[in-house]
């Protein structure tokens, strides 16, 4: 375990590694790792601690395993646990709050068994609207909050800030919920948006930071990959960027916990108390992430922030433009694509008289940022994938609310996609993978995105066949055509304690099942994968903002949703779907043929050197230790060949 000091500045770049943590072998199974012929090249692979780096034969053919799993990373995975609940305990039921109509007789929104719980009566069109701002809000600001911990806060104090922001609108939005205050909705409507704009702040702070921070736990013990022999003999590679997509799988487990605990609680506590009451608790909950960040600080590595990261790196990119900007689109994108375009802004390249005065890193340095660029233009296509998964929140709940429901909130069904990810993700983590890995298939990040976009696609076929088959069988069908399901009860002059089977048609809201498993599935191999990617892609001192990158995916995808707010409503939700399904489907077919060269590299990518970066934050760091940590990585991305990759040279 590294001293206080070392966790708040550089990190040392060799340690004991640690031993691998699958379930079959365990620790005491390993055995000494033979010394072999000799040769050069074993020479060469040897680290200080005794510790076996693979050649390149070996990471060609062998295993690749886990290692072990420190428990200060679950901490942080509870932390995001609690944060979880707050948001999707509070968000479960933005849709009924703004949408319906204050149940007869209520004053705080709860409808009990028979009734529907609401409170604003603006309509699906308002709800959908709203919701889609939300989720915009809280994916952009992610951007600023990784920036700030980058340049000035670091991640572990920006948290800090982040939980007081998002602490304060929770406060306002447990205000919009009083029953007095909901007895006027425009007001409360006022005060509710008020709130959205703290609360969104508050996650995109907290989610730009949270994820690295959980990742750089392990990356601090074990930075590359070593050789271990079990005691059946059988030699294995040691993979630290395979444990962190374990560790990002067991993150997103915790991150459903949160949400379906949350999420399930809150809806029953708006169905039975009141909206106030589902804004509270999360509220309460939420107190627990400072209070386990604060308990736990000195055991967490802190990696410190550099300064002026975002502006140098795109300064390189100026730089390398200089004189082949145009104003034909076409010919600028070829120029940002050409070959060679980061290896000449290197400051090996440029003569030292001729160096811009912020040039204040090495080649590797460069190499980083080429790497981040990469998995930006990954990133530009997730908007894609989000928009099905936006329909979970959205559109999904008001088409629930159309079938019987049997006392059922409409708003809790949607859990069936945190369920789902509960049941897989140890399934995906402990059987599946292992599976492929022993039978030698390595299913890349590229690889498993691509399929996460299939399989967005069939949730939504699956959606629009739903709606297709309650738009034939509404018992209003006949009064105004296909389609006709929005105030069917009241269209029939039916009292609003009616049977649901009066005025709904005869299909069960549990045949919504299959899209929400199919959207689990989907995040388990594009969501998960995203994060996965942003870290292990991202220049070192720049993870906090490469992560707001890809969440702020999210926040466009919500943006263009928006464009299909005007489909929300009957008779065209079966076009909505099929439309988000045919976008998801080319989304899906392009980004894979866009990609499948970078596929191929994703080694050479995951074994760039440890870089040196001066920066106005980090003018004490051991640079000499830096050096010699990064001349020894040299060597060993020599011995397995990893610099030799054309892809580099890009």
């Known amino acids: 375990m590294a001293t206080d000091a070392k966790r708040d500045g550089v990190v040392a770049a060799h340690g004991d590694s640690p031993p691998i943590d699958e379930k079959l072998p365990k620790e005491h199974d390993f055995a000494a790792v033979p010394s072999g012929s000799g040769s050069d090249v074993e020479v060469s692979l040897r680290g200080p601690n005794g510790e076996v780096y693979p050649t390149k034969e070996e990471l060609d053919t062998l295993r690749r395993v886990k290692g072990r799993i420190n428990w200060i990373i679950y901490t942080i995975a509870f932390i995001e646990l609690c944060e979880r609940f707050a948001y999707y305990g509070t968000t479960a039921v933005f849709v009924n709050f703004i949408s319906q109509p204050l149940p007869t007789g209520s004053t705080t929104g709860a409808g009990g068994t028979d009734l529907q719980a609401g409170a604003l009566g603006q309509g699906q069109q308002a709800s959908t609207g709203l919701v889609l701002f939300n989720s915009f809000w809280s994916y952009v600001t992610p ?177 390398s433009m200089k004189g082949r900007w145009s104003i034909n689109p076409i010919t600028t994108i070829n120029n940002l694509r050409e070959p060679g375009f980061f290896e000449r802004v290197k400051p090996s390249k440029i003569p030292e008289s001729e160096r811009p005065s912020w040039m204040t890193f090495d080649d590797h340095w460069v190499d980083e940022v ?175 903002f490469i992560t707001g990158v890809f969440w702020f995916a999210q926040a466009f995808s919500a943006a263009i949703g928006q464009a299909f707010v005007p489909l929300a409503t009957d008779p065209y939700l079966v076009w909505l779907y099929v439309t988000v399904a045919i976008i998801s489907a080319i989304g899906g077919i392009g980004f894979w043929f866009n990609f499948r060269k970078l596929d191929r590299e994703e080694e050479a990518l995951n074994a760039l050197p440890d870089s040196l970066f001066k920066g106005s934050q980090n003018q004490d760091a051991d640079f000499a230790a830096l050096e010699a940590a990064q001349a020894e990585q040299e060597k060993i991305r020599h011995a397995q060949g990893l610099d030799k990759n054309p892809v580099l040279q890009s």
């Open 143 to 319: 951007l600023f909050g990784g920036w700030l911990a980058d340049t000035f806060w670091g991640k572990y104090k920006t948290i800090h800030v982040a939980v007081g922001v998002a602490m304060f609108g929770h406060i306002i939005l447990i205000i919009s919920a009083l029953p007095p205050v909901i007895q006027n909705p425009k007001g409360a409507l006022g005060c509710f948006s008020v709130g959205l704009v703290f609360f969104g702040m508050g996650v995109g702070l907290f989610k730009a930071n949270i994820s690295p921070m959980i990742a750089e736990q392990y990356e601090s013990e074990q930075p590359r990959a070593v050789v271990k022999v079990l005691k059946s003999g059988e030699r294995v590679v040691v993979d630290p960027v395979l444990t962190i997509s374990v560790i990002y799988m067991r993150y997103y487990f915790f991150i459903n916990v949160g949400s379906l605990v949350g999420s399930i609680a809150m809806v029953y506590a708006e169905k039975y108390v009141g909206f106030w009451l589902s804004y509270t608790l999360p509220t309460g909950l939420f107190i627990f992430c400072p209070i386990v960040l604060l308990f736990f600080k000195n055991k967490y590595t802190r990696k410190p922030p550099t300064g002026s990261v975002l502006g140098k790196a795109l300064a390189l990119v100026g730089l």
């Open 370 to 544: 080429r790497r981040g660029f990469k998995a930006c233009s990954v990133f530009v296509w997730y908007p894609i994938y989000w928009l099905s998964y936006n329909q979970l929140s959205s559109n999904l709940v008001s088409q629930a609310a159309t079938m019987v429901l049997k006392g059922v909130p409409n708003d809790v069904v949607n859990n069936l996609d945190p369920i789902a990810l509960l049941i897989f993700i140890p399934i995906f983590d402990k059987i599946f993978y292992p599976a492929l890995r022993r039978a030698h298939i390595n299913l890349t990040p590229i690889k498993k995105v691509t399929f996460g976009f299939a399989i967005g696609t069939l949730s939504m076929v699956t959606a629009a066949i739903i709606q297709h088959y309650i738009y034939m069988q509404s018992p209003c069908r006949l009064i105004d055509g296909y389609g006709y399901v929005t105030d069917c009860r009241e269209s029939l002059g039916l009292p609003e304690d009616a049977p649901e089977s009066a005025y709904k048609p005869p299909l069960s809201v549990w045949i919504q099942t299959p899209a929400y498993i199919l959207i689990a599935f989907a995040e388990i191999c594009a969501s998960i994968t995203g994060l996965e990617y942003a870290f292990t892609k991202a220049p070192k001192n720049m993870r906090g």
